[in-house]
């Protein structure tokens, strides 16, 4: 398997423009994660979906960002407007249900996001 | 809710023992490990769920306990290889597949 795929790898936008990440799951896992980190903030989770329904968005910092999983094999993180305060890593990672408890996240290789 | 990584760094010689520590204020049902190398994804090491068990991974080990909200990665007979940064993420329910909460790492550095 070829592994969480996302694209682009990295990004450099001016502030005000909209920024689009993408991600591709390992096929057959039913969960999607989107996470970002920075230095002062570390790893921190944006949104999940479940068989393609975002389940909680909480950790989303404010309207500019949305994602959206349209199928079982894509799914996009937008910033729009971007600011310099998104500059970060962007991870997408994947999982699927195991019987009995939670189980390992595959993560992609990030998209690095430089905001000017 | 973020759990609490201790040491925030730590240097080894190959060859000598380093442990992880990774504390939560919360009820814990489950802990992941994860080493993420420099410039990379991180990479699942282990999950130990509620109960107290531990677990290894060639020379690499972490217990759980539950009571004390805590859990400790053991990396034994260090190697150059090991080097990364490594996070324990903590879910507070079971069936938490998604609310995982990831502490700020601890830098472990092996020297030759």
């Known amino acids: 398997d070829a592994g969480v795929i996302q694209s682009p790898r990295h990004e450099v936008t001016e502030m005000g423009q909209e920024v689009t990440l993408r991600c591709k799951p390992i096929?057959?896992?039913?969960?999607l994660f989107w996470y970002r980190q920075t230095m002062m903030r570390g790893l921190e989770l944006l949104i999940y979906?479940?068989?393609?329904?975002?389940?909680?968005d909480s950790g989303m910092p404010e309207d500019r960002f949305s994602a959206k999983m349209p199928n079982a094999s894509f799914s996009t993180l937008k910033i729009q407007p971007s600011e310099p305060r998104d500059s970060a890593v962007y991870f997408c990672?994947?999982?699927?249900?195991?019987?009995?408890?939670?189980?390992?996240?595959?993560f992609g290789p990030g998209t690095r996001l430089t905001v000017t | 809710q973020q759990p609490v990584q201790s040491p925030q760094a730590v240097i080894l010689r190959e060859g000598e023992d380093a442990v992880i520590n990774c504390s939560s204020s919360?009820?814990?049902?489950?802990v992941h490990w994860y080493r993420q190398k420099h410039g990379e994804a991180p990479v699942f090491l282990m999950i130990?769920?509620?109960?107290?068990e531990q677990k290894g991974h060639d020379k690499i080990s972490a217990s759980f306990n539950e009571k004390k909200q805590q859990s400790s990665l053991y990396l034994t007979a260090s190697q150059l290889s090991y080097s990364g940064t490594y996070f324990c993420?903590?879910?507070?329910?079971?069936?938490?597949?998604?609310?995982?909460?990831f502490g700020k790492g601890t830098k472990l550095s092996v020297k030759p």
């Open positions: 990672a994947s999982s699927s249900l195991k019987a009995g408890g939670p189980y390992e996240q595959y």
């Open positions: 096929s057959g896992h039913d969960y």
């Open positions: 979906f479940n068989n393609n329904v975002p389940i909680d």
């Open positions: 919360k009820a814990l049902y489950s």
């Open positions: 130990l769920l509620k109960g107290g």
């Open positions: 993420g903590t879910a507070n329910y079971g069936g938490s597949q998604g609310n995982l909460i």
